[in-house]
């Protein structure tokens, strides 16, 4: 088992957990397009909870590596920045008799959204240094967007906002995470 704390192994513990938050982010996208939105959110919140530990687990064993770095970026991209809309397109969007321009006005904004979210992990990995953790992030982390939007899930829910301010809210988010707000570190 000493193969799991090899900083150099791709499949070392830290990466595994980064597997598993990768995991939940492809059951959530399943149970999405079933339109089971309780276990797309189960597996939405599991990715979240598998992000916090690879981190933990890669700065307790030393295990922090490049490789690492990407594969987080590419199941954070998957979890938080892909899932988040579409759960916002399946459980509000999907099924509204839109005109065309405001299927269009959709379109765009999800199409913002997760450019916006590709462009933050980019940034952030061209910006990130093995094993160390800044004090603070420079603009909304893609997580805490991903929890935004099924906030305003959860807000659409009671009735008090309809579809087009969810929009707008996830244009706000997406300009939140390249802003330069700046969210400590926890």
């Known amino acids: 088992m000493n193969f799991l704390y090899q900083k150099n192994n791709h499949f070392n513990l830290a990466n595994i957990a980064t597997f598993f938050n990768i995991a939940c982010g492809m059951f959530a996208i399943y149970f999405l397009t079933h339109h089971d939105f309780f276990l797309a959110a189960i597996f939405a919140w599991g990715a979240g909870i598998f992000d916090i530990v690879d981190g933990k687990i890669a700065r307790k064993y030393n295990l922090s590596?490049?490789?690492?770095?990407?594969?987080?970026?590419?199941?954070?991209?998957?979890?938080?920045?892909?899932?988040?809309?579409?759960?916002?397109?399946?459980?509000?969007?999907?099924?509204?008799?839109?005109s065309f321009i405001?299927?269009?006005?959709?379109?765009?904004?999800?199409?913002?959204?997760?450019?916006?979210?590709?462009?933050?992990?980019?940034?952030?990995?061209?910006?990130?240094?093995?094993?160390?953790?800044?004090?603070y992030f420079v603009g909304v982390p893609t997580p805490l967007g991903a929890i935004?939007?099924?906030?305003?899930?959860?807000?659409?829910?009671?009735?008090?906002?309809?579809?087009?301010?969810?929009?707008?809210?996830?244009?706000?988010?997406?300009?939140?995470?390249?802003?330069?707000?700046?969210?400590?570190h926890l």
């Open 102 to 135: 405001m299927n269009l006005f959709v379109a765009v904004v999800f199409i913002y959204y997760i450019i916006s979210g590709l462009r933050r992990l980019i940034q952030f990995n061209i910006n990130a240094q093995e094993g160390e953790v800044a004090k």
């Open 148 to 184: 935004l939007l099924w906030l305003s899930y959860l807000v659409f829910l009671t009735g008090f906002v309809n579809e087009f301010i969810i929009l707008i809210f996830m244009i706000v988010v997406g300009y939140l995470l390249n802003s330069k707000v700046k969210i400590p």
């Open 65 to 98: 590596t490049e490789f690492g770095i990407q594969l987080d970026s590419y199941a954070d991209f998957l979890s938080f920045v892909i899932v988040p809309p579409m759960y916002i397109y399946f459980a509000v969007i999907d099924g509204k008799d839109f």
